[in-house]
Nanobody, 121 residues
Framework: QVQLVESGGGLVQAGGSLRLSCAAS????????MSWHRQAPGNQRELVAT???????NYADSVKGRFTISRDNAKNTMYLQMNSLEPEDTAVYYC???????????????WGQGTQVTVSS
């Protein structure tokens, strides 16, 4: 079984910064693509950023130039550095990973429980 645990959320003023972490644990053979998503109240969950195992990244237009996604494959951990935060960034942030469990027979899609980010104006 594989678990994803996010941390680093909180309350910050507009213009401030936060760094989110997503740690994968359990019996993991390999993690492939990882991503951050967010969901604001009343809205659908949206993709924020993705990163391949090799480090290729993609960002939603709304966060380009402000957010940076990264990962440490040795630690099975992904990060999201969020700078110049805006009230519109307020949401629950979720991490997602495609992982192959040890003794598994295929890739599985895993989600964390989410961490709240609140940006005050």
């Amino acid at each position: 079984q594989v678990q994803l645990v996010e941390s680093g959320g909180g309350l910050v003023q507009a213009g401030g910064s936060l760094r989110l972490s997503c740690a994968a644990s359990g019996t993991i053979a390999r993690i492939d693509n990882m991503s951050w998503h967010r969901q604001a109240p009343g809205n659908q969950r949206e993709l924020v950023a993705t990163i391949t195992r090799g480090g290729e990244t993609n960002y939603a237009d709304s966060v380009k130039g402000r957010f940076t996604i990264s990962r440490d494959n040795a630690k099975n951990t992904m990060y999201l550095q969020m700078n110049s935060l805006e009230p519109e960034d307020t949401a629950v942030y979720y991490c997602n990973a495609a992982a192959w469990p040890t003794f598994g027979r295929r890739w599985y899609d895993y989600w964390g429980q989410g961490t709240q980010v609140t940006v005050s104006s």
